[in-house]
């Protein structure tokens, strides 16, 4: 059986958005995969510690890609860092001081970017940063906003993880909701989108499922298992 590399998103994905709490049998059946030699690694929002720690609680790969591609963390002392949070602190100063409720999220600790409430305009957020000449990633991952580096999303963290670990574009199936799950998707010749992403998202993946979040992982999984070894 050809080994395949799986790119799991958290939020919306195998927990249901908001909440956080996870989808036990989308969980199981990841853990299934790892057990039969595949590689499934979170791809995340959240901090890299708090999808590295899913890896270990939840027995896949103990590898995790967070901070929205800007951190990926290998073990306990072992992260690396691809985006500078002094840039992303800069831009939510300025954000703050024009736009009335922008809001940082209570997050756990980030070491290369900013985390925000969904509170204001994006597109006015941007339209800002670009007229003061900052330069950096926004982005909305229907939990939360994000501050990253340009340059930084899951997309090119993920693609770290491919160089270092010697995995191939055939080999690798993201799947996840949302807008930062997009460049991700670029990067897997198979993509899932899960019922519960937008439409703009859902055409930008090579497939999609009906059913929301954990439900739709195991659709997908459904349908892809018996073709894993085609795909
Ligand atoms: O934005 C977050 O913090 C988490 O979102 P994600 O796991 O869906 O990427
Ligand atoms: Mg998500």
């Given at each position: ?12 994905t ?13 969980l ?34 103990k590898i ?10 290998l073990?306990s ?6 985006g ?5 602190k ?7 001081n ?7 999220k ?44 340009s ?13 270092k ?49 954990g ?15 085609e795909?």
């Amino acid at each position: 059986m050809k080994k395949r590399t799986f790119a799991v998103d958290i939020d919306g994905t195998i927990t249901e958005n908001g909440g956080g709490r996870i989808h036990l049998d989308a969980l199981d059946a990841l853990r299934r995969l790892t057990n039969m030699g595949h590689t499934v690694i979170f791809v995340t929002g959240r901090s890299s510690v708090e999808g590295y720690l899913l890896s270990v609680f939840g027995g896949t790969t103990k590898i995790a890609v967070g901070e929205n591609g800007g951190c990926i963390t290998l073990d306990s002392n072992d992260h690396i860092l691809l985006g500078n949070i002094e840039e992303c602190k800069t831009a939510l100063n300025v954000m703050k001081n024009s736009i009335d409720n922008v809001k940082e999220k209570l997050v756990f600790p980030r070491m290369t970017e900013v985390v925000l409430e969904r509170t204001f305009d994006l597109d006015l957020a941007r339209k800002l940063l670009s007229e003061n000449n900052i330069d950096v990633e926004l982005s909305d991952s229907q939990y939360a906003f994000h501050i990253n580096s340009s340059g930084v999303d899951k997309g090119t963290g993920f693609s770290k993880i491919m160089e270092k670990f010697s995995i191939l574009r055939d080999d690798v199936i993201a799947i996840g909701d949302s807008a930062t799950d997009v460049p991700l998707f670029r990067l897997a010749k198979t993509s899932v989108a899960l019922g519960n992403a937008s439409e703009i998202v859902k055409s930008e993946a090579t497939m999609t499922v009906s059913a929301n979040a954990g439900d739709g992982v195991l659709e997908a999984l459904d349908k892809l298992a018996p073709r894993l070894s085609e795909i």
